[in-house]
T-cell receptor, first 108, second 113 residues
Framework: RKEVEQDPGPFNVPEGATVAFNCTYS??????FFWYRQDCRKEPKLLMS???SGNEDGRFTAQLNRASQYISLLIRDSKLSDSATYLC?????????FGAGTRLTVKP | EAGVAQSPRYKIIEKRQSVAFWCNPI?????LYWYQQILGQGPKLLIQ????????DSQLPKDRFSAERLKGVDSTLKIQPAKLEDSAVYLC???????????FGPGTRLTVT
């Protein structure tokens, strides 16, 4: 089993749609979690940290489920500019493990 | 605040040649990471420094890759000799503390022919 797994997609959604991605991790002792977005041929940019209690930033909501060992990202009211690859990152004893990413395309 | 700086942005070399990449992290960030990202994959951690000490280099191919951060600020990553499979983007990132939020530089796109 891979240490950090994501559905590669692609997810093709219309503008205004709600879309959710999951990311599973193998080490139950993992300490912190993040979502990054990466545009084509650009570097990853931090989208949000994922807290145990869940957190929200505008149209984006991140949640952590330690019992089932996954994190999720929910995007509401999708915009064309949300088109990107979304990477989850798991801090595994200070070893940062990236998933392969989920590709999202938002269409007019 | 200045971001993470990397150079060069692009490099094309022939196999068996050597190449070096440079990274300057965000001022005050103690932790520095080098990642390799192959097209279609997520970044893979090569080496992590805390100040000038190595925290994790378990995935660094030490027969050909080396990295240093002598003064605990900027860092260089070297490949000698390069192989075709080293073609990738090499990303440098820094964070205030180990395991914290990371900020990435623009990367160096390496092509080995």
């Amino acid at each position: 089993r891979k240490e950090v797994e994501q559905d590669p997609g692609p997810f093709n959604v219309p503008e205004g749609a709600t879309v959710a991605f999951n990311c599973t991790y193998s080490n139950s002792a993992s300490q912190s979690f993040f979502w990054y977005r990466q545009d084509c041929r650009k570097e990853p940019k931090l989208l949000m940290s994922v807290y145990s209690s869940g957190n929200e930033d505008g149209r984006f909501t991140a949640q952590l489920n330690r019992a089932s060992q996954y994190i999720s990202l929910l995007i509401r009211d999708s915009k064309l500019s949300d088109s990107a690859t979304y990477l989850c990152v798991v801090n595994d004893n200070n070893d940062m493990r990236f998933g392969a990413g989920t590709r999202l395309t938002v269409k007019p | 605040e200045a971001g993470v700086a990397q150079s060069p942005r692009y490099k094309i070399i022939e196999k068996r040649q050597s190449v070096a990449f440079w990274c300057n992290p965000i001022s005050g960030h103690a932790t520095l990471y080098w990642y390799q990202q192959i097209l279609g994959q997520g970044p893979k951690l090569l080496i992590q420094f805390q100040n000038n000490g190595v925290v994790d280099d378990s995935q660094l191919p030490k027969d050909r890759f080396s990295a240093e951060r002598l003064k605990g600020v900027d860092s260089t990553l070297k490949i000698q000799p390069a192989k075709l499979e080293d073609s990738a983007v090499y990303l440098c990132a820094s964070s205030l503390t180990t395991g914290g939020e990371q900020y990435f530089g623009p990367g160096t796109r390496l092509t080995v022919t």
